[in-house]
């Protein structure tokens, strides 16, 4: 099983923060996002290679964090790709730069574990990895509260087994308060889709697009996230992460 981690983002609604840093290297509770991400994946057994998709501008920069990170955890190896976007204007997308991945590393015979760079969780991702192993995919799911706060994100509806029934982006209605978050399990037998969803034309970017895609076409499970889980996307939520998260360093 290999990890992707997505950071190919500008952050424009984080300027002037990300302006010359990465969001997931910004520091949230005294440590980059994206050592909170790998620090709950390092319990998983199974993962051989995290990948790192950033984009031209930030990819020395992951290169310099990457390396000492690889010393101190002493197990897994990193491996940054560089999409060679320098801007908004010429990104590729969420979904475009799983597909760069995949076809330049050559990684559509193996399990994937697909995360946001930007998503903090406070608890070890070992049993969503051993939840997830059972399925040809799995995405993780998270209870907001409120009918209200999840007009922000994706609405899901599951049936007894946990299968997703239905999958929409910032409902006006919404029936749910679970949402889907970034973090993703697909078995190797999904991982090609990829490529075919691509191929097809359809929008590269948002990785939940693809869930919605794919649920119409293969049982998609889910797993709810306990403990504390955070998107950070504005300097309010980083700063209300920087607090909160105090609590869980170890």
């Known amino acids: ?73 002493g197990k897994l190896r990193i491996k940054i790709i560089n999409d060679g976007s320098t801007d908004d204007s010429d990104k590729l997308g969420a979904i475009g730069d799983i597909n760069l991945v995949l076809l330049r590393e050559d990684l559509a015979r193996d399990d994937l574990i697909i995360v946001a760079g930007d998503n903090l969780f406070s ?10 192993r059972s399925s040809e995919a799995t995405l993780a ?17 599951t049936d007894a087994e946990g299968i997703i029934t239905s999958f929409e982006e910032k409902p006006a209605e919404p029936k ?7 973090l993703y399990y697909f078995s190797r037998h999904v991982v090609p889709l990829f490529t075919t969803y691509i191929a097809a034309g359809n929008n590269p970017d948002q990785p939940g697009r693809f ?3 794919l649920y119409q076409r293969k049982q998609v499970k889910t797993y709810q996230i306990r403990g504390t889980w955070f998107d950070i996307g504005s300097k309010e939520t980083l700063e209300e992460a920087n607090l909160l998260f105090q609590q869980f360093v170890r």
């Open 176 to 182: 749910s308060t679970l949402t889907g978050i970034a």
């Open 141 to 157: 799911t998270y209870d907001v509260g409120n009918l209200e706060a999840i007009k922000k994100y994706s609405a899901i509806t």
């Open 123 to 132: 608890e070890p991702l070992t049993e969503f990895a051993a939840h997830a």
């Open 211 to 213: 869930i919605q895609w």
């Open 1 to 73: 099983m290999n990890v992707l981690i997505l950071a190919a983002g500008y952050a424009t609604r984080l300027y002037p923060l990300t302006r010359t840093k990465a969001k997931p290297l910004l520091a949230v509770a005294g440590k980059p996002m994206i050592e909170w991400v790998l620090d709950n994946l390092t319990p998983v057994p199974e993962i051989e290679t995290v990948y790192v998709v950033t984009n031209n501008k930030f990819a020395q920069d992951f290169q310099k964090w990457a390396e000492p990170y690889q010393l101190r955890s």
